[in-house]
């Protein structure tokens, strides 16, 4: 433990950062297009168009992540479901995974805050609520399902683009599939995927509806795909990127671009 947060926790705190980045993405969007006294809000009066732009923005934000100099060295799982599903394939130590999921945790918790301090009593608002992911109007087992199938299509997404011949462009794969989601399935369950996205969320603005939901269904459907793709998704490596010259804490190569 102590061999591994000495050598590595400069990609635990990347980790940390690339979560928090994204929430604080997430919350400004909501708050942009969502907030009544938004001039955006009153220029966009269609939902359907204010959630497809959020989509999106989140979107561009994760490809952002990916490829930014931190994002490459860490990996930029970012989603504690996507670091146990790489445990579970053996590309991760469990240290390293124990360590990225704490600080996933507490990046998504210091994003929420950082957004607060920009946004004040507008993130409260129940328009904007926290950014906080809660099940939709058809329930709680619709949100399950959903999560669980969102879950398993983003990780079998992953696994198929980082072991072919497209794995430079994996993060450019998966913005789009984020993008879709929020458009698609963000009224089923508000699209987390994510189990540390729903707590910081849930933590700052203390809504925690069926946040058991978001702690089972991101991490089932991802580690569900590990196992359908197992034999695909072997050799690999746990970065989304790994054609770069940033260093590799997973399987301790320098993978220069072309």
């Known amino acids: 433990m102590t061999a591994a947060l000495r050598r590595h926790w400069p990609e635990y705190l990347m980790e940390a950062w690339g979560l928090g980045t994204f929430m604080v993405s997430a919350c400004l969007v909501t708050a942009l297009l969502e907030h009544p006294a938004s001039p955006v809000h009153r220029a966009l009066p269609d939902p359907t168009l204010r959630r497809v732009l959020v989509g999106v923005a989140?979107?561009?934000?994760?490809?952002?992540i990916v490829y930014s100099p931190w994002g490459k060295q860490s990996g930029a799982h970012i989603n504690?479901?996507?670091?146990?599903?790489?445990l579970r394939l053996g590309r991760i130590s469990p240290w390293d995974a124990a360590f990225y999921v704490a600080a996933q945790f507490a990046g998504a918790a210091l994003g929420v805050a950082l957004s607060w301090a920009v946004l004040g009593a507008a993130i409260a608002d129940p328009t904007v609520a926290w950014a906080v992911t809660v099940p939709g109007s058809p329930g709680t087992t619709v949100a399950f399902l959903a999560e669980l199938a969102i879950s398993f299509g983003?990780?079998?997404?992953?696994?198929?683009?980082?072991?072919?011949?497209?794995?430079?462009?994996?993060?450019?794969?998966?913005?789009?599939?984020?993008?879709?989601?929020?458009a698609v399935e963000a009224p089923l369950s508000g699209m987390s995927m994510n189990p540390a996205r729903t707590f910081g969320s849930a933590l700052l603005g203390d809504v925690w509806t069926a946040f058991w939901l978001y702690c089972v269904a991101p991490p089932a459907g991802m580690l569900l795909a590990a196992e359908a793709l197992r034999r695909r998704a072997e050799?690999?490596?746990?970065?989304?990127?790994?054609?770069?010259?940033?260093?590799?804490?997973?399987?301790?190569?320098?993978?220069?671009?072309?």
């Open 58 to 64: 989140m979107g561009a934000t994760a490809i952002g």
């Open 80 to 86: 504690p479901s996507i670091t146990l599903a790489f």
């Open 154 to 182: 983003m990780m079998a997404l992953v696994l198929a683009a980082t072991t072919s011949s497209w794995a430079p462009w994996t993060g450019v794969f998966c913005g789009p599939a984020v993008a879709t989601y929020i």
């Open 235 to 258: 050799p690999g490596c746990a970065k989304l990127h790994h054609q770069n010259d940033r260093r590799c804490i997973h399987c301790g190569e320098v993978r220069r671009a072309a």
